[in-house]
């Protein structure tokens, strides 16, 4: 990747990261592309779309925040009512994919074509058909999950320790380290009550260690991995159960060396951009995990203003609109763009970042869950009693993975969730072996 270009460069993407919701439209105003979207959903981030990104669009748009989870009942309601208002969805892949078998996305081929020179890379672009022969969405923005250290930890770097290529064993090593030397623990993790943490293993230590999230869940690898990340747990800041944004501990200097979503690392960046340096997370024995985080936009069935929202995912994917997305909110562009040489220094950093981490060759992607409806917060929860019980409890690994297995099991064929990437394909719910 060239310096100061920033382009998607991975194979199967979509995630991650959701906040408090505002509510859905009641009607559409007159003469506007009314636009409901389960991201940018905090007011200042609505904000933000609102009164910068969209400020130069020559149209009136209605941009409506919506729960990820009411967007298909939204969909489906108006196709049942037959008073339609949305025009525009923008959401994630794995948010827009339950939107096919209900009918509530149209073909957005000629579109596509249209836009073809902005540099879409071929693989997010497949991913916008979920399968099918035609493109249900056009790619909108992405983001992803990385490392953030202050640079006072640098000098305790295990020997021969690349800090853009670390494995977990050197994580370890690197926070022991900073730990004998300097009397406190570091290292931390997004572990409170709002927290990311179940992203963590679900799509990173999970696919380095088992390279898969499901099938493999307590498999001799997974049984090894949680010994480790035991052991290396004695040099994290215990405090870490009450982070939910690492930003915090990084500026306040509670912790060094941190491990988030860019969202929620960013203002760290952007404030002490000379303080702080931004790394891939590492990789274990099958690879470099990470769990990409894509959007898109689609335009709804029987859109009142369908001319109008092409029209704003025409507005949308440019490549200055892309950098003004960046530059307002940290997501980043699916199109080929120049980083400005003014763009705020924290902002460069986050992108260099995710380009490392898409772009490493023991990049191992890790889809969001997908197929699991109303049981998603079930799966998570598998993921984070098992990190409770081996990690902070210090129960005995194998007991606790057999017993949560069939935890998981349950989840999983209630929702009749097939496999996703990285665990292979399967024709019926996805086996835990």
């Not at 990104?53 to 939204?74: F, M, S, T, W």
């Not at 490392?147 to 305790?156: C, E, F, G, R, S």
């Not at 940290?330 to 950093?349: I, R």
Request: aromatic residues 10%.
């Amino acid at each position: 990747m060239k310096q100061g270009t920033f382009r998607a460069a991975s194979l199967s993407l979509l995630a991650a990261a959701g906040f408090a919701a505002l509510s859905a439209p009641a009607a559409r105003a007159a003469d506007s592309t009314v636009f409901l979207s389960t991201q940018l959903r905090p007011v200042e981030e609505a904000q933000k779309m609102r009164e910068v990104i969209l400020k130069n669009y020559a149209g009136k748009v209605d941009y409506i925040p919506e729960q990820p989870a009411q967007l298909p009942v939204r969909i489906q309601a108006e196709q049942q009512g037959g008073t339609h208002t949305i025009s525009l969805i923008g959401a994630l892949h794995g948010e827009l994919q339950p939107l096919l078998p209900i009918n509530g996305l149209v073909p957005v081929d000629d579109l596509a074509a249209q836009l073809k020179g902005r540099g879409f890379p071929a693989d997010l672009m497949a991913l916008g058909k979920f399968g099918t022969g035609h493109q249900m969405y056009i790619p909108w923005m992405q983001a992803t999950y990385f490392m953030v250290a202050n640079k006072q930890a640098l000098q305790y770097l295990p020997a021969g320790a690349d800090l853009h290529a670390l494995t977990y064993a050197q994580l370890a090593a690197w926070a022991q380290a900073v730990q004998e030397k300097t009397g406190r623990r570091l290292l931390g993790f997004p572990a409170g009550p709002s927290g990311l943490m179940h992203r963590f293993f679900e799509g990173f230590l999970y696919p380095s260690f088992t390279g898969g999230v499901v099938t493999p869940f307590r498999s001799p690898e997974a049984e090894a991995m949680w010994t480790q990340f035991a052991a290396m747990w004695k040099f994290v800041n215990p405090n870490s159960t009450n982070y939910n944004f690492m930003q915090e501990p990084l500026l306040s200097g509670d912790v060094w060396i941190a491990f988030d979503h860019v969202a929620r690392l960013l203002d760290a960046l952007r404030q002490k951009p000379n303080d702080f340096v931004a790394f891939p997370a590492p990789a274990g024995p099958k690879g470099r995990g990470y769990m990409p985080v894509l959007a898109g936009l689609a335009i709804a069935k029987d859109a009142p203003d369908a001319k109008g929202a092409a029209a704003l995912i025409d507005y949308l994917t440019k490549p200055e609109t892309q950098i003004a997305t960046a530059r307002a909110v940290g997501f980043f562009p699916v199109v080929k763009a120049e980083l400005p040489s003014d763009l705020d220094p924290g902002v460069k950093a986050a992108a260099a970042a995710i380009a490392e981490t898409e772009g490493a060759k023991d990049a191992i992607a890790s889809l969001l869950p997908v197929g699991l409806g109303t049981h998603g917060g079930e799966f998570d929860k598998v993921y984070l009693d098992t990190f409770q019980l081996i990690v902070l409890r210090g129960q005995p690994v194998r007991a606790v993975l057999d017993r949560q297995a069939e935890a998981l099991k349950r989840v999983i064929d209630a929702s009749g969730a097939p496999c996703w990437t990285p665990d292979a394909p399967s024709k019926g719910p996805c086996p835990v072996q």
